[in-house]
Each structure stands twice: as C-alpha cells, then as structure tokens.
C-alpha cells in the first residue's frame, strides 16, 4: 500500500489517542519507519502489523479498528489533495455510488503502482448492492466504514448488510446499501 494509507493511520491513532499510543503501536509491529512518505509504496505487511498492534494496543477488534479507518480515510483524503476528485465522482451519496467503479482508474493516475480493489455497483430502488474485489483479505470491515463515511459526507442515512464474503466462501463480497 501507499505511504498515505499508513500516514492516514498514523493521524487516525493521534487524533484518536495520542502520538504515544502511535508510538507503542509502532513499536509493538517492530516498525521502525520515522514517517511515511505518501507516493512511496510500502509492503502491504506493514499496514496489516499497524492494525494487528493497534488491536493490541489499544484493546479494539480488527474489525472495529478497519471500520473505524474507513470512515477516516474518506475524511483524511478529502482533506490531503483528494476533495476535488471526491467533489467530481458525485455530489449526492447515490451519484457517488454509480460512479464508484471509475474512482480508482483517476486514482491510479498519481499512483502508478497502486494495486486497487474494484467496485461494481447495482442499483435498486432505493439502494444499490456494492460488490468488492480486491487481493487483499479481510478489509470488508473498512469498506463498510469507507460506505458509512460517504454517508456522512453526503448526510444520508444507509444500512449496511454484508450479504455475500470470501469468510463465507464466495469469490468477492456484496454489500447491500439501503438509504434514504
């Protein structure tokens, strides 16, 4: 992952906590990284040591600490040089959501060695089924938290329902987005 998905947890952890607990989380992954640099990749490891000792340090599930980041990320990247694409892939949570797919083909752009996950979105009355790839395992909890965070953006209410993952053996997993 890029350096600004680290950078992001790194800012998360002290807004939340402080920059001691960022520093025992840091230590506790045998990370000895002084700052992330945000165009640089990193190995993906390091993202998932910085979750698995922020679990430890701080007494919360992976799933909780995911979550938790997703919703973050969208308002960390807004903030960091982002708000413009996220201004121009929708201006309601239901345009963002059919323009989805595309997010990540304008992100690669900047990011020439960025491994992204793909969305495809289906819409239905009054909601869409959002289906998630990506390589990486486990991160379903903060896309749930990337949905919950776009709502906010957008002050829409949704319900998240988790309806199809690999845990369960499918191929990809499906979130059913209800929202109002």
């Not at 939340?16 to 506790?28: G, M, R, S, V, Y």
């Not at 000895?32 to 640089?40: E, K």
């Not at 919950?148 to 845990?167: M, P, Q, V, Y």
Request: charged share 20%; glycine share 6%.
């Amino acid at each position: 992952m890029y350096g600004l998905v680290n950078k992001a947890v790194e800012q998360m952890v002290c807004s939340h906590f402080n920059p001691e607990t960022w520093e025992a989380i840091k230590q506790h992954a045998g990370i000895d990284i002084t700052s992330f640099v945000s165009l640089r990749p990193y190995p993906d490891e390091i993202t998932y040591q910085l979750v698995d000792a922020a679990h430890h340090t701080v007494n919360l599930s992976h799933a909780d600490i995911l979550r938790a980041f997703g919703r973050y990320w969208v308002l960390y990247t807004a903030t960091e040089g982002y708000g413009e694409l996220l201004n121009v892939t929708g201006h309601t949570f239901e345009e963002f959501m059919e323009n989805l797919p595309n997010l990540h083909t304008r992100v690669s752009f900047s990011y020439p060695q960025l491994v992204p996950p793909t969305f495809e979105t289906e819409p239905f009355d009054g909601g869409v089924l959002v289906h998630y790839y990506s390589e990486r395992q486990g991160l379903a909890p903060m896309v749930v938290g990337l949905l919950e965070g776009l709502a906010e953006r957008f002050n829409t209410s949704i319900a998240i329902e988790l309806i199809a993952s690999r845990e369960a053996g499918d191929d990809h997993e499906v979130f059913r987005i209800d929202y109002k």
